[in-house]
């Protein structure tokens, strides 16, 4: 099979990572023999890559309610030499902020983030699209990219989200906010969130909900205009963990900002520093497992689809086939009862010519109808995979599997879906464990641990 070139795109990762990030770099890599497998399946192009499904910044998010908490904490966080109006948090934005080496601040429009395959919201106008029809077309006033000269912004991005109460939200914003919590790497919730006036709505909460078990929710509690000691603080959490425990939001980080002997820092920054500063380590294992969930996703997903959807192209060639074979048979029991032609088909001569001429004529009318079947599926393939937002071409497996054998022969297995396959892509998901653990050994040494333990055996 054809050698697939490196994707531009991986080999810029590869280079940005070699240095500070190897195991990252080492993933890209990986990503890249996953890439020659689905470029033999038919399922990218020479110059698409699988890594493009992911962001690899570091992803921050924060989400408030109408309190100027979130916006005094980012503009404290990113530098107090910050016009306020420039980490304002709009009431229906969501609002990527970007380190810049200039210092002059840009504000761009969401169209910017939707066509850079390395930022969050790569394509989203596509998924808005395809979910609610009509609202692909506004993604400038769902989103917008602003660039700051914030030395604490270097490396990663921070999303700050748009309020999100039953007066501020709709469709598209509850399915950008799911986008947003699936590809955070850490999450910021303001307590105000739940103090406001306004409810929030259901829906943010069921989102949250539904990531609450990834570890990556922090609640942050705003006391900065008092001071705390320990006892005061873990009341305040206490107290907050059970109000949250009521909405069904029961697990996540709690920290209290407050004020400490009357200065203006916050008790409660160094904790949200040491979170920031491990935002790296999220995204390093997100990267990961979105690498484990790919490779898993040729066999578990792309492969069902492609082998269901040619059981159904060969159940229908095989049915409009039928149909003219019996037309034929038709035509010779006319033929009999007409002029008495059944004895010729036992004739030792004209026997076998009739069965060549039929299969002569049945031959080509089942290759020319399976494509013409074909044709139906690969479309609706087409629209599958745009409704689910697939970045493989499943058609193009599909199309791959219509060799002329396969479509005579009762073939309904995909091309590739065979062990020499699944063996390459079970490599893949060893290799990727192998970066886990080489990933996990950075912050401990197990297999020091286990040496010293035994030799006191």
Do not use: C
């Given at each position: 099979?054809?050698?697939?070139?490196?994707?531009?795109?991986?080999?810029?990762?590869?280079?940005?990572?070699?240095?500070?990030?190897?195991i990252?770099?080492?993933?890209g890599?990986?990503?890249?023999?996953?890439?020659?497998?689905?470029y033999d399946?038919?399922?990218?192009?020479?110059?698409?890559?699988?890594?493009?499904?992911?962001?690899?910044?570091?992803?921050?998010?924060?989400?408030?309610?109408?309190?100027?908490?979130?916006?005094?904490?980012?503009?404290?966080?990113?530098?107090?030499?910050?016009?306020?109006?420039?980490?304002?948090?709009?009431?229906?934005?969501?609002?990527?902020?970007?380190?810049?080496?200039?210092?002059?601040?840009?504000?761009?429009?969401?169209?910017?983030?939707?066509?850079?395959?390395?930022?969050?919201?790569?394509?989203?106008?596509?998924?808005?699209e395809?979910?609610?029809?009509?609202?692909?077309?506004?993604?400038?006033?769902?989103?917008?990219?602003?660039?700051?000269?914030?030395?604490?912004?270097?490396?990663?991005?921070?999303i700050?989200?748009?309020?999100?109460?039953?007066?501020?939200?709709?469709?598209?914003?509850?399915?950008?906010?799911?986008?947003?919590?699936?590809?955070?790497?850490?999450?910021?919730?303001?307590?105000?969130?739940?103090?406001?006036?306004?409810?929030?709505?259901?829906?943010?909460?069921?989102?949250?909900?539904?990531?609450?078990?990834?570890?990556k929710?922090i609640?942050?509690?705003?006391?900065?205009?008092?001071?705390?000691?320990?006892?005061?603080?873990?009341?305040?959490?206490?107290?907050?963990?059970?109000?949250?425990?009521?909405?069904?939001?029961?697990?996540?980080?709690?920290?209290?900002?407050?004020?400490?002997?009357?200065?203006?820092?916050?008790?409660?920054?160094?904790?949200?520093?040491?979170?920031?500063?491990?935002?790296?380590?999220?995204?390093?294992?997100?990267?990961?497992?979105?690498?484990?969930?790919?490779?898993?996703?040729?066999?578990?997903?792309v492969?069902?689809?492609?082998?269901?959807?040619?059981?159904?192209?060969?159940?229908?060639?095989?049915?409009?086939?039928?149909?003219?074979?019996?037309?034929?048979?038709?035509?010779?029991?006319?033929?009999?009862?007409?002029?008495?032609?059944?004895?010729?088909?036992?004739?030792?001569?004209?026997?076998p010519?009739?069965?060549?001429?039929?299969?002569?004529?049945?031959?080509?009318?089942?290759?020319?109808?399976?494509?013409?079947?074909?044709?139906?599926?690969?479309?609706?393939?087409?629209?599958?995979?745009?409704?689910?937002?697939?970045?493989?071409?499943?058609?193009?497996?599909?199309?791959?599997?219509?060799?002329?054998?396969?479509?005579l022969?009762?073939?309904?297995?995909?091309?590739?879906?065979?062990?020499?396959?699944?063996?390459?892509?079970?490599?893949?998901?060893?290799?990727?464990?192998?970066?886990?653990?080489?990933?996990?050994?950075?912050?401990?040494?197990?297999?020091?641990?286990?040496?010293?333990?035994?030799?006191?055996?």
């Amino acid at each position: 099979m054809a050698e697939k070139t490196v994707s531009k795109h991986l080999i810029n990762l590869e280079k940005h990572f070699a240095l500070t990030q190897p195991i990252l770099q080492k993933a890209g890599k990986v990503f890249h023999e996953l890439d020659q497998i689905e470029y033999d399946l038919g399922l990218i192009d020479a110059d698409e890559t699988t890594a493009r499904k992911n962001s690899w910044w570091p992803i921050v998010s924060l989400i408030g309610g109408n309190s100027p908490t979130k916006n005094n904490f980012l503009s404290r966080y990113l530098g107090s030499n910050l016009q306020s109006p420039v980490v304002h948090t709009s009431t229906h934005k969501f609002t990527v902020l970007q380190h810049t080496p200039q210092t002059t601040q840009v504000t761009l429009p969401g169209t910017a983030l939707d066509v850079d395959y390395r930022l969050p919201f790569y394509q989203i106008s596509d998924k808005i699209e395809q979910k609610i029809k009509g609202e692909g077309s506004k993604i400038n006033g769902y989103l917008e990219l602003k660039t700051l000269h914030s030395e604490k912004l270097k490396g990663k991005l921070f999303i700050d989200t748009p309020i999100f109460t039953t007066t501020y939200h709709s469709p598209a914003q509850m399915l950008l906010t799911q986008h947003v919590l699936d590809i955070s790497d850490l999450i910021f919730v303001f307590t105000d969130l739940f103090e406001s006036e306004e409810p929030v709505s259901d829906e943010l909460i069921q989102s949250i909900k539904s990531h609450q078990d990834s570890n990556k929710f922090i609640y942050i509690i705003d006391r900065s205009d008092m001071s705390l000691d320990a006892t005061k603080t873990n009341e305040v959490i206490n107290a907050w963990q059970k109000k949250l425990a009521q909405l069904g939001l029961d697990t996540g980080e709690f920290i209290v900002l407050s004020e400490v002997d009357n200065n203006l820092d916050f008790s409660g920054i160094a904790a949200v520093e040491q979170r920031l500063a491990n935002v790296e380590n999220d995204r390093s294992y997100r990267i990961l497992h979105a690498l484990d969930r790919n490779i898993r996703d040729i066999n578990d997903v792309v492969m069902p689809v492609v082998q269901a959807s040619l059981v159904q192209w060969k159940d229908r060639a095989n049915m409009t086939t039928l149909i003219v074979l019996g037309f034929i048979v038709s035509l010779i029991l006319f033929a009999e009862i007409s002029m008495g032609v059944l004895d010729l088909l036992f004739d030792p001569i004209f026997g076998p010519l009739f069965i060549l001429l039929v299969a002569a004529i049945i031959i080509p009318v089942h290759v020319f109808n399976s494509k013409i079947h074909a044709k139906f599926i690969i479309k609706q393939l087409n629209k599958q995979q745009k409704e689910s937002n697939l970045t493989e071409n499943v058609g193009g497996l599909f199309e791959k599997s219509l060799s002329f054998w396969r479509v005579l022969l009762p073939i309904t297995e995909p091309v590739g879906n065979n062990r020499k396959t699944r063996a390459k892509l079970a490599q893949l998901i060893e290799k990727n464990k192998e970066l886990i653990q080489s990933l996990n050994d950075g912050f401990s040494h197990v297999d020091d641990e286990e040496s010293v333990f035994y030799s006191k055996l």
